[in-house]
C-alpha cells in the first residue's frame, strides 16, 4: 500500500509568481485535506476536497485554490505569492468525507515552498 | 469553533525521565483529540487518539493522554523517555460535526531528550 506522497519535496519562488503544490493521496482514500505550517507554528487548514468538490475552507484568501483529480490526486495553487506564504505544505488523506464520523487523515511528507 | 493550546512550546528532559505535554482546548461542541508527531524534516505521524469510551489512551511506544473533559485538557505523558522519542509533538482537535475531520492544531511542543 502506497502512502502519501507529495511533489515538489522543495520550491523556491519569487514575490508574484504562481504556484502548483501536487498530491497523491493513499490508495483507497477519496478525500484529500490540505494544510499550511509556517516556521515554528502547527499546521492550519487550507482546504479540503472530497469525491472532486471542495468540501470545506479554512481562513485562507481566494488566490489558494485547489482541484481534486477522478483518481483523488489533487493539487494546491497559490496565486500572487508573498513572502508569508513561505511555509511546509502538507497534504492529508482520509478515506471518507462527511460530517458525523471520523476517519484518521494520513499525511504526507510536504512541499518546502520558499517566497524571495 | 474550536482552538487549541499547547503550554510549553519546549520541553527539555533527560533520557529516562517522566514527561508530559500540555494540551487545553476550547470547543463549543463535542471533539475528537489528538495527538501528533513530527520528526526533522517529515510529515505528520499519529500518536494516539481519543474518539469515545475510556478517556485513557495510549500509544505502542509507550505514550499516554487522558481526556478531562471538566478541565478540556488532553495532556501526553510518558513514564520514561528515549532519546529517539525527540520531536515536534501538536496537539489536534476536530468537532465531531465538522466538515470531514478538519483538524486545529496547536502551536506544538519541542521535546528535547537529553543523554
Known amino acids: 500500500e502506497t502512502g502519501v506522497t507529495q511533489s515538489p519535496t522543495h520550491l523556491i519562488k519569487t514575490r508574484g509568481q504562481q504556484v502548483t503544490l501536487r498530491c497523491s493521496s493513499q490508495?483507497?482514500?477519496?478525500?484529500v485535506s490540505w494544510y499550511q505550517q509556517a516556521l515554528g507554528q502547527g499546521p492550519q487548514f487550507i482546504f479540503q476536497y472530497y469525491r472532486e468538490e471542495e468540501n470545506g475552507r479554512g481562513n485562507f484568501p481566494p488566490r489558494f485554490s485547489g482541484l481534486q483529480f477522478p483518481n483523488y490526486s489533487s493539487e494546491l495553487n497559490v496565486n500572487a505569492l508573498e513572502l508569508d506564504d513561505s511555509a511546509l505544505y502538507l497534504c492529508?488523506?482520509?478515506?471518507?468525507?462527511?460530517?458525523?464520523?471520523?476517519?484518521?487523515?494520513?499525511f504526507g511528507p510536504g512541499t518546502r515552498l520558499t517566497v524571495l | 469553533a474550536q482552538s487549541v493550546t499547547q503550554l510549553d512550546s519546549q520541553v527539555p528532559v533527560f533520557e529516562e525521565a517522566p514527561v508530559e505535554l500540555r494540551c487545553n482546548y476550547s470547543?463549543?461542541?463535542?471533539?475528537?483529540l489528538f495527538w501528533y508527531v513530527q520528526y526533522p524534516n517529515q510529515g505528520l505521524q499519529l500518536l494516539l487518539k481519543y474518539l469515545s469510551g475510556s478517556t485513557l489512551v495510549e500509544s505502542i511506544n509507550g505514550f499516554e493522554a487522558e481526556f478531562n473533559k471538566s478541565q478540556t485538557s488532553f495532556h501526553l505523558r510518558k513514564p520514561s523517555v528515549h532519546i529517539s522519542d525527540t520531536a515536534e509533538y501538536f496537539c489536534?482537535?476536530?468537532?465531531?460535526?465538522?466538515?470531514?475531520?478538519?483538524?486545529?492544531f496547536g502551536q506544538g511542543t519541542e521535546l528535547s531528550v537529553k543523554p
Open positions: 489536534a482537535v476536530s468537532g465531531i460535526y465538522n466538515q470531514g475531520g478538519k483538524l486545529i
Open positions: 470547543s463549543s461542541v463535542s471533539v475528537y
Open positions: 490508495s483507497g482514500h477519496n478525500t
Open positions: 492529508a488523506s482520509s478515506s471518507e468525507g462527511g460530517a458525523h464520523s471520523y476517519n484518521e487523515q494520513f
